[in-house]
């Protein structure tokens, strides 16, 4: 079965530095997805950033980026230059082979301070 | 704004009674997801419809069921409810494999 695994529960950084999260997954696919969400304290889920399985490069979105390193099946989340409203819960997902559902990691909580 | 929108936001009910959620995906978008978020659980994807037909289910209770109209808009049933239904339900939206588009939840409280 696929699973993710992110072991931070809580992380902190100060603003303006940069803070890598965690984020381990376990298939036998060869193709599949790797997803990050952020999940501020209003609840709502915030598609961040998004890596195939097939892709060489690393996927960045502005101040966000995944790197891949399949061989160590892990899919650590950069965020560069933090910011007070960084501040949330961020969960790592991943779509197994053949499917679209997201299988979610328990999270971990981000506090930047300033 | 991810421009899906789920009604209700908050829904405070009892044990035993039932209850309709409802989404409306981003437009353009076939593919609706539901998923739950509990305390102990975490987040679980549920079921999943594709332009009006059930495409994958997950760990969703034989007491809940969805579906999706021709409209695109998804409706998850949830019956005979039990404390541990209490959790925030979300649904999702998609056109391609590479995104889901989550709406704002709607908080379910069970008393």
């Known amino acids: 079965a696929q699973k993710i695994t992110q072991t931070q529960p809580g992380m902190f950084v100060q603003e303006k530095e940069a803070v890598t999260l965690d984020c381990t997954y376990d298939t036998s696919d060869q193709s599949y997805g790797l997803f990050w969400y952020k999940q501020p304290s209003s609840g709502e889920m915030i598609f961040l950033i998004y890596?195939?399985?097939?892709?060489?490069q690393n996927a960045t979105e502005g101040r966000y980026s995944l790197n891949f390193q399949k061989a160590r099946k892990s899919a650590n989340l950069v965020i560069s230059a933090s910011q007070l409203g960084d501040s949330a819960m961020y969960f790592c997902?991943?779509?197994?082979?053949?499917?679209?559902?997201?299988?979610f990691g328990k999270g971990t909580k981000l506090t930047v301070n300033p | 704004d991810s421009g899906v929108t789920q009604t209700p936001k908050h829904l405070i009910t009892a044990t035993g009674q039932r209850v309709t959620l409802r989404c409306s995906p981003r437009?353009?978008?076939?593919?609706v997801y539901w998923y739950q978020q509990s305390l102990d659980q975490g987040l679980q994807f549920l079921i999943q419809y594709y332009n009006g037909e059930e495409r994958a289910k997950g760990n969703i209770l034989e007491r809940f069921s969805a579906q999706q109209f021709p409209d695109l808009h998804s409706e998850l049933n949830l019956s005979s409810l039990e404390l541990g239904d209490s959790a925030l339900y979300f649904c999702?939206?998609?056109?391609?494999?590479?995104?889901?588009?989550f709406g704002p939840g709607t908080r379910l409280t069970v008393l």
């Open positions: 997902a991943m779509s197994p082979g053949g499917s679209e559902k997201l299988v």
């Open positions: 437009s353009g978008d076939l593919s």
């Open positions: 890596q195939g399985s097939y892709d060489e």
């Open positions: 999702a939206s998609s056109v391609a494999l590479n995104e889901q588009f």
